[in-house]
């Protein structure tokens, strides 16, 4: 499918793919609906914690590299795992204007590293965060209460529903520990049903500008 670089109204780049008129991050801010989503409403909920974090749909890097970028400030030890079944290209990627706009010039070194890793391959990007990159499709997504915190970024629901279906919502509690949270931009009521079904426990939040609510479920404990 075709796809060119956009700017969004924050400043920032994604990418779009024509075919779909969708984006790999929202028109209205690529930064702040990062900012707002995974860091507000999920990694903020475990400060000075070592953790580990999933991410479905790593894309362009920018999850990661704003979750770098935070863990800093909250003195947070991370192990990342971005998972992705089409790689952006080197091109696509020298495109992206992240570190610019996040005046994190200092830090250049670190968002070409988690790039520039292997595929398969944990990296160490520095002594508090290690990143290893999978190549797989959501479906193919098979561990087993690992992760604490998942970013759940995939494609919209408009154009690609399969995403967001029962079976890959049961892949993701059984992913997360006890009181796991996953957190996504999405607030579709279909979404909220397939959550419910496999065990979430779902709360509807403001959503990040130019969205009006998002969703952020919780795999709660069954211990008494």
């Known amino acids: 499918m ?8 924050d400043g920032s780049t994604t990418i779009h ?14 930064i702040q ?42 003195n947070q030890k991370i192990n990342y795992t971005g998972v992705e079944a089409y790689p952006i290209t080197d ?23 988690m790039h520039d890793s292997i595929w398969g391959k944990e990296t160490t990007i520095d002594s508090s965060f290690s990143l290893i990159k999978r190549q ?3 479906e ?17 629901y408009r154009v690609q529903p399969e ?3 029962t079976e890959i919502f049961q892949n993701m509690y059984n992913s997360l520990i006890d009181n796991g949270v996953l957190v996504t931009y999405a607030a579709r009521g279909v979404v909220k049903r397939s959550m419910i079904e496999v065990g979430f426990t779902v709360e509807k939040l403001a959503g990040p500008p130019g969205k009006r609510e998002m969703f952020r479920a919780t795999k709660k404990s069954k211990a008494l």
């Open 163 to 165: 995403l967001w279906s």
């Open 136 to 138: 797989q499709f959501f």
């Open 17 to 30: 793919i024509k075919e779909w008129n969708e984006n790999y991050h929202s028109k209205h801010g690529a």
């Open 91 to 113: 091109a696509e990627l020298q495109a992206m204007n992240y570190v610019q706009e996040l005046q994190a010039q200092d830090y250049q070194s670190v968002f070409d590293t």
């Open 33 to 74: 609906e990062a900012q707002h989503v995974f860091i507000k409403n999920g990694l903020s909920l475990f400060p000075n914690q070592s953790l580990s974090i999933l991410e479905i749909g790593f894309g362009t890097g920018l999850n990661s590299f704003i979750t770098y970028l935070e863990s800093k400030k909250m």
């Open 140 to 156: 193919e997504i098979d561990d087993i209460e690992k992760f604490d915190l998942i970013y759940f970024d995939a494609f919209g």
């Open 2 to 9: 075709e796809r060119e670089i956009v700017q969004t109204e």
